[in-house]
């Protein structure tokens, strides 16, 4: 039986399959520059958040998604992360979110951010998403 498990797995790796491939999941991440936020009435939109050419998503689907960014002390600002098939509503400036689960996690995502009526313009930086797929 041993024998049969090793040829089975010398056979994964000639194929060029990852073991994380193998397993089904994995995670890919990607970091961006900031943006400046000026309107209260309209969001404004990160550049798109894709996965690097190295992620070897085949047909994944999110499982997890844990975000950051970084917005002025006091700043009232209105976030959200975005996959092309449905948004979800971010709480902080940094965490992790399921409301994109079961979605392609092939897909890029980007941030999205509107101020509170009445807010000077911000710049938010540092944003990071890690994606967590099955």
């Known amino acids: 039986m041993r024998n049969v498990i090793l040829a089975a797995l010398r056979g994964v790796v000639a194929s060029g399959l ?6 089904g999941g994995g995670s890919w991440s990607v970091d961006t520059t900031g943006l400046m936020v ?28 844990n975000w950051r960014f970084e917005a002025p ?3 009232d600002i209105h976030a959200w992360l975005c ?4 948004c979800v509503a971010l709480d ?6 399921t409301g994109l689960a079961g979605l392609n996690a092939g897909a890029p995502l980007e941030f999205r951010f509107a101020l509170g009526r009445g807010q000077p313009p911000v710049r938010v930086r540092g944003l990071q998403v890690i994606v967590n797929y099955q």
């Open 18 to 23: 990852s073991l994380s491939a193998l397993a």
């Open 83 to 86: 996959h092309p098939e449905r």
């Open 38 to 65: 000026a309107m209260s009435d309209r969001a404004s939109a990160s550049q798109a958040l894709a996965p690097p050419p190295s992620a070897e998503i085949h047909q994944g689907r999110i499982e997890r998604v």
């Open 92 to 97: 902080g400036q940094r965490g992790s979110a």
């Open 73 to 75: 002390p006091g700043a």
